[in-house]
């Protein structure tokens, strides 16, 4: 069964850190770019970040500068660090294949408060 656990998640003040982390199936994860998705409340589903097989990076312009996507292919797993959190990235993020998203993990909650 594929599946997608999201860890990492909490609460911080603007312009504090966080690091996600993503485990995947190996059988997807080995031959699919991966990304991280954020769904604030009201709001659509969004690609914030996604990383390919190779390691070539690609960021929404909301978060370039200020968060970092890796990959670990040995542990099958995909991290976001997140920098100089702002407001505005209050969200549920999840991480998924890129383009053609599988279903969905739980996410994790990231909370941007003082």
């Known amino acids: 069964q594929v599946q997608l656990v999201e860890s990492g998640g909490g609460l911080v003040q603007p312009g504090g850190s966080l690091r996600l982390s993503c485990a995947a199936s190996?059988?997807?994860?080995?031959?699919?770019?991966m990304g991280w998705y954020r769904q604030a409340p009201g709001k659509q589903r969004d690609l914030v970040a996604a990383?390919?097989?190779?390691?070539?990076?690609n960021y929404a312009d909301s978060v370039k500068g200020r968060f970092t996507i890796s990959r670990d292919n040995a542990k099958n797993t995909v991290y976001l660090q997140m920098n100089s959190l702002k407001r505005e990235d209050t969200a549920v993020y999840y991480c998924?294949?890129?383009?053609?998203?599988?279903?969905w993990g739980q996410g994790t909650q990231v909370t941007v408060s003082s």
């Open positions: 990383i390919t097989t190779g390691g070539t990076t």
């Open positions: 190996r059988s997807i994860f080995s031959i699919n770019a």
């Open positions: 998924n294949v890129v383009p053609y998203p599988i279903p």
